[in-house]
């Protein structure tokens, strides 16, 4: 058996955001299927967090003490603890608090990029830049973010920067609640459901979602659309779903814990975002069995093949989101549960947890391999 290596995460908050819920998941599978011990440190708080009461971390009240602090105490309990491994697992800042502390120790540090707009401000991209100085280890969870990377960052190496697919459980070991009654089944009743869940922001544009709906609910009946998640636009969507005059068809759910329960009984999954890292959302719905309707908004070569699980529509376009939607009305269910079956096995090929947990340890072990050679 491979030593068991000690592994700091650092990010920003453990806020409700995709990328915070992937660490998580990311944490029970390396539990489960590797020999790493793993400890979460974040330093800000905000309104809506995760529950991390099953999960080893540490807090660094970077509010209180200040940025230069922060690095420090985080350089101390790297020490203290003896970690191995530093490893940016949040946005910007992550990288520059994890990584910094990680180089005034004996610990190897490591940047992620877990989205396109990690490095668009131009003082984050040079302090970055200067940190791949002292320690250039990058990995992202999509192969578009690898030109993003070098072209926003300086000193990156080719042969240093990894791609570590996001990990998910077998759907074996997901609980759908398939004979229970939920307040999910009450609403859909005999409605053909399309849903899009995630934070309600910009970025993801919702709005796209609801003026697809009022022209889809003119033309077909039985239909009713799902919008899960929480966030500065609530209000503003409520507003424009009543403007639009299809309130009565629309459903927001506000933060849901159990996406998956909503997922199995939705018929089509739909992302309309203008820019994705690797959408946690749509891998859920591929493991849900569910055919896909996404917008161009990050590579999707490994879920989406078009036609035959799902649609890629352009970014921000109307008429080809309607387009995609009638056709899912018009195939039968047989022919939408064909697609679902597609959609499972390229979760299975490319993101069930087993086969992601062997990356990461393949990769840390790599990294502390070629630090004891040097």
């Known amino acids: 058996m491979k030593d068991k290596i000690?592994?700091?995460?650092?990010?920003?908050?453990?806020?409700?955001?995709?990328?915070?819920?992937?660490?998580?998941?990311?944490?029970?599978?390396?539990?489960?299927?590797?020999n790493i011990d793993v400890t979460i440190l974040y330093y800000a708080r905000v309104g809506d967090e995760l529950n991390i009461d099953s999960y080893n971390t540490i807090f660094i009240d970077k509010s209180k003490i200040g940025k230069l602090r922060t690095i420090w105490n985080i350089s101390k309990y790297i020490k203290q603890e003896s970690f191995q491994i530093v490893h940016a697992f949040g946005g910007s800042s992550a990288n520059i608090y994890g990584r910094f502390a990680a180089i005034f120790t004996?610990?190897?540090?490591?940047?992620?990029?877990?989205?396109?707009?990690?490095?668009?401000?131009?003082?984050?991209?040079?302090?970055?830049?200067?940190?791949?100085?002292f320690g250039n280890w990058w990995t992202v969870n999509n192969n578009e973010l690898i030109p993003i990377?070098?072209?926003?960052?300086?000193?990156?190496s080719d042969s240093k920067i990894r791609l570590l697919h996001n990990g998910f459980f077998s759907s074996k070991f997901?609980?759908?609640?398939?004979?229970?009654?939920?307040?999910?089944?009450?609403?859909?009743?005999?409605?053909?459901?399309?849903?899009?869940?995630g934070r309600l922001q910009p970025v993801k544009n919702y709005p796209l979602f609801l003026k697809a709906a009022q022209k889809i609910l003119s033309e077909f009946d039985n239909v009713k659309f799902w919008l899960v998640g929480n966030g500065d636009e609530y209000d503003k969507l409520?507003?424009?779903?009543?403007?639009?005059?299809?309130?009565?068809?629309?459903?927001?759910?506000?933060?849901?814990?159990?996406?998956?329960?909503?997922?199995?009984?939705?018929?089509?999954?739909?992302?309309?975002?203008?820019?994705?890292?690797?959408?946690?959302?749509?891998?859920?719905?591929?493991?849900?069995?569910k055919p896909l309707i996404s917008t161009l908004s990050t590579d999707l070569s490994e879920m989406i093949l078009d036609e035959?699980?799902?649609?890629?529509?352009?970014?921000?376009?109307?008429?080809?989101?309607?387009?995609?939607?009638?056709?899912?009305?018009?195939?039968?269910?047989e022919e939408r549960k064909e697609m679902?079956?597609?959609?499972?096995?390229?979760?299975?090929?490319?993101?069930?947890?087993?086969?992601?947990?062997?990356?990461?340890?393949d990769f840390y072990h790599e990294i502390l391999n070629k630090k004891s050679n040097y």
């Open 308 to 333: 035959k699980n799902g649609y890629i529509v352009s970014n921000d376009n109307e008429l080809e989101l309607v387009e995609a939607m009638r056709k899912m009305l018009k195939k039968s269910a």
């Open 6 to 34: 000690k592994v700091l995460w650092v990010t920003n908050a453990l806020g409700c955001g995709g990328a915070e819920r992937q660490m998580l998941y990311m944490y029970d599978i390396l539990n489960k299927y590797s």
């Open 340 to 361: 679902g079956k597609i959609s499972e096995k390229l979760f299975n090929a490319n993101f069930l947890d087993v086969n992601v947990a062997k990356e990461f340890d």
């Open 238 to 289: 409520v507003s424009l779903a009543d403007d639009l005059g299809i309130s009565k068809k629309v459903k927001f759910w506000g933060y849901r814990s159990d996406v998956d329960d909503i997922l199995y009984r939705t018929d089509v999954f739909v992302q309309t975002s203008f820019t994705e890292g690797s959408p946690n959302t749509i891998a859920e719905a591929m493991r849900a069995q």
């Open 149 to 156: 990377l070098k072209k926003d960052l300086k000193f990156v």
């Open 106 to 133: 004996k610990a190897v540090p490591v940047g992620a990029m877990l989205g396109k707009r990690h490095f668009v401000q131009k003082p984050i991209s040079i302090i970055n830049s200067f940190i791949n100085l």
């Open 174 to 197: 997901v609980n759908y609640h398939k004979n229970q009654k939920l307040e999910f089944d009450i609403d859909k009743k005999d409605n053909f459901i399309f849903t899009a869940i």
